[in-house]
């Protein structure tokens, strides 16, 4: 006869590795977007947007998510000058987060690109990571222009990255790769010429084509909307800096959790809203 004795300390330690094992399955990500600092414009009160961010970096240090994600526009379309002093003071307020970002280059980011990478310490090119069994992927639709578009090179690497592995993939854009018209959108409705990039359309076959993709996230649209198109949910988020009509000069954040089995986002804030998304 055999006896095999456990001690109470083997038993506790088991169970810690599993409950952590069990926390590390759920992954929390902050998410900010249209962050537009600047002078005031016809569209979007600038002068606010630094105060604004700054609540919305404090609300998401107490959220503690595992990275965050901004998705481009964060200057209004001032001089190269006024532009640049306004990324330099975001590149300050991000570098007291202790914890991974990635930045989108927005369709208004018009600042030369090697000096918003050296301003805000950051990479501004396609590029994936993976994390806790998710790929996250970020597709970069500036190219120069307000309109934007995707090369055939961001295509290619695009569909080389979804093939890269087997994990579960969250595909994340400055503008929208859904192709649907909004309605009752107070800025887009009136020049839906710039809503989506040229190439949306490849782009979406890309991602259905790989059957890996349960959620492509954008902000640009300066609105929550959801939308589900052959099977991968398109989700817009909206601005840190609201519209100029906007009676609520408050700030908005969003929390995206992932887990085995569902994914969830929270928008905090102006416009707070949730969106529960089943894989």
């Known amino acids: 006869m055999v006896f095999i004795v456990v001690s109470v300390e083997c038993l506790i330690f088991a169970e810690r590795v599993n409950d952590e094992r069990n926390f590390?399955?759920?992954?929390?990500i902050g998410i900010i977007t249209d962050i537009h600092a600047g002078l005031d414009n016809?569209?979007?009160?600038?002068?606010?947007?630094?105060?604004?961010?700054d609540k919305a970096l404090e609300a998401l240090r107490l959220e503690n998510p595992s990275r965050l994600i901004e998705l481009g526009?964060?200057?209004?379309?001032?001089s190269l000058e006024i532009r640049r002093n306004?990324?330099?003071e975001l590149g300050k307020r991000f570098a007291s987060l202790s914890i991974p970002r990635h930045h989108l280059l927005?369709?208004?980011d018009f600042l030369p690109k090697e000096e918003q990478e050296q301003l805000l310490n950051t990479q501004l090119s396609n590029h994936s990571v993976d994390v806790e069994n998710w790929q996250l992927i970020f597709l970069y639709s500036f190219n120069g222009t307000v309109e934007g578009g995707l090369t055939n090179d961001d295509l290619v690497w695009l569909e080389q990255t979804l093939a890269s592995n087997s994990s579960p993939a969250i595909v994340f854009t400055h503008q929208p790769l859904d192709g649907v018209?909004?309605?009752?959108?107070?800025?887009?409705?009136?020049?839906?010429?710039y809503l989506t990039p040229v190439g949306h359309e490849k782009a979406r076959a890309i991602m259905e084509a790989s059957g890996k993709v349960k959620l492509a996230v954008n902000g640009h649209t300066h609105w929550n909307h959801l939308e589900k198109i052959n099977g991968i949910s398109y989700l817009s988020l909206t601005a840190v800096t609201p519209l100029v009509q906007s009676q609520d000069m408050i700030t908005a954040y969003s929390i995206l959790t992932l887990d085995e089995n569902s994914i969830s986002v929270k928008v905090h804030g102006r416009e707070s809203a949730e969106f529960h998304i089943k894989q």
Do not use: Q
Request: glycine share 8%.
């Open 24 to 28: 590390r399955m759920s992954l929390k």
């Open 42 to 53: 016809d569209y979007i009160k600038g002068s606010v947007a630094l105060e604004l961010l």
């Open 73 to 78: 526009d964060r200057t209004n379309d001032d």
């Open 86 to 88: 306004n990324v330099a």
């Open 106 to 108: 927005g369709n208004h």
């Open 181 to 193: 018209p909004t309605k009752g959108n107070s800025l887009f409705d009136a020049i839906p010429h």
